[in-house]
């Protein structure tokens, strides 16, 4: 089993940043990847930002420019930085494991941390 743990949100500022993080445990493998998604009030939950093991990343792009999607694999922690931070970035973001077992695909969820930012 694979366990996801995020941490790192909290109220900011309009144009302020914050740095979320989360910390994989179990088996998590060396071909996998790694992503943030969020889900505001009354919407569906959207990607964010998504990184392979190799280091590739891509973004949604209203985050382009302000995100940067990072990951330690020595740790198994992936990171999000977030600055300029708007109003419409408030949301609960999710780290999300896509991890690849030979043929099969396994999906994984953290629970998930407020982010709130104030205009």
């Known amino acids: 089993q694979v366990q996801l743990v995020e941490s790192g949100g909290g109220l900011v500022q309009a144009g302020g940043s914050l740095k979320l993080s989360c910390v994989a445990s179990g088996s998590i493998g060396s071909d996998n990847t790694m992503g943030w998604y969020r889900q505001a009030p009354g919407k569906q939950r959207e990607f964010v930002a998504r990184?392979?093991?190799?280091?590739?990343?891509n973004y949604v792009d209203s985050v382009k420019g302000r995100f940067t999607i990072s990951r330690d694999n020595a740790k198994n922690t992936l990171y999000l930085q977030m600055n300029s931070l708007k109003p419409e970035d408030t949301a609960v973001y999710s780290c999300n494991a896509l991890i690849e077992r030979g043929p099969a695909k396994f999906n994984y969820w953290g629970q998930g941390t407020q982010v709130t930012v104030s205009s």
């Open positions: 990184i392979t093991s190799a280091g590739t990343a």
